[in-house]
C-alpha cells in the first residue's frame, strides 16, 4: 500500500469502497504545520464518473487498484461514444467524449500508440504516446526563406488542436507534435 505522496497521476485507487481515477494532483505544504505536505487529488469514480476531491496527509496509506492497459487503435465515433480496438485480441471498447475530450485532440485514424486503461474491465481512460503525427489542415501561407528558428504562426490541425509552428510550415504538411507540451517538433 502507497503512501499519499507516493500516488502518481492517472492511477487507480480504491478508495471508501469505490474505485476512482486520480486525475489531478496539487501538493500544498500548509505554513506552521509541523510534518508534511497535503495532496488534494481530484479523482474520478470508474463506474459513475462522478467526481470529487479529497485532500490526504503524505502519510496516509492507499490501496491501488489494478489497472489494466491495453493496446488500441481509434475504430469510429458513434455520436457521444468513441469506440477503441484492442490490437491484440480485437475487443471494442467505449469511451464518452467527456472522459476523453483532451486526448481527442491527438488521435486520428492513423495513431499509433495509444493505450487504453481498464479497471475491472471497464475502460476509464486514454493513454497517449509521446509525440504524434498530424496533418495541418489550415493556417497562413508559408513565408519564403522563413526559417525553422524563426518566428511562428498558428496552425489548425485535422483533429481542431491549434499549434504554433515554424513560418516555413504551410497547410497540408504532416508533422510531430510533442503530446505533453503541445508543442511543434518537426516535420514528419
Known amino acids: 500500500m502507497p503512501r499519499a505522496s ?5 492511477s487507480a485507487v480504491e478508495y471508501e469502497g469505490q474505485v476512482y481515477f486520480v486525475r489531478d494532483i496539487e501538493r500544498s505544504v500548509p505554513q506552521g504545520r509541523a510534518g508534511g505536505s497535503l495532496y ?6 470508474v463506474v459513475s464518473g462522478n467526481k470529487i476531491d479529497e485532500t490526504f496527509k503524505d502519510s496516509d496509506m492507499l490501496n491501488l487498484a489494478d489497472l489494466v492497459r491495453r493496446p488500441v487503435t481509434f475504430s469510429y465515433s458513434d ?6 480496438m484492442d ?19 491527438f488521435i486520428s485514424e492513423d495513431t499509433q500508440g495509444v493505450i ?6 471497464a475502460p476509464v481512460a486514454l493513454t497517449l504516446p509521446p509525440t504524434v503525427e498530424l496533418d495541418i489542415e489550415e493556417t497562413d501561407p508559408s513565408v519564403k526563406g522563413g526559417s525553422a528558428t524563426a518566428r511562428t504562426k498558428p496552425a489548425k490541425l485535422t483533429t ?5 509552428v515554424p513560418e516555413h510550415i504551410s ?15 518537426s516535420r514528419a
Open 6 to 10: 507516493e500516488i502518481k497521476k492517472n
Open 40 to 45: 488534494r487529488m481530484r479523482m474520478y469514480d
Open 79 to 84: 455520436g457521444e461514444e468513441y469506440v477503441f
Open 87 to 105: 490490437t491484440e485480441d480485437f475487443t471494442q471498447y467505449s469511451l464518452s467524449r467527456d472522459a476523453i475530450a483532451d486526448e481527442l485532440l
Open 116 to 121: 487504453v486503461i481498464l479497471v475491472s474491465d
Open 160 to 164: 481542431g488542436l491549434v499549434i504554433q
Open 171 to 185: 497547410t497540408g504538411d504532416r508533422i510531430k507534435i510533442n503530446v505533453e507540451e503541445r508543442k511543434f517538433l
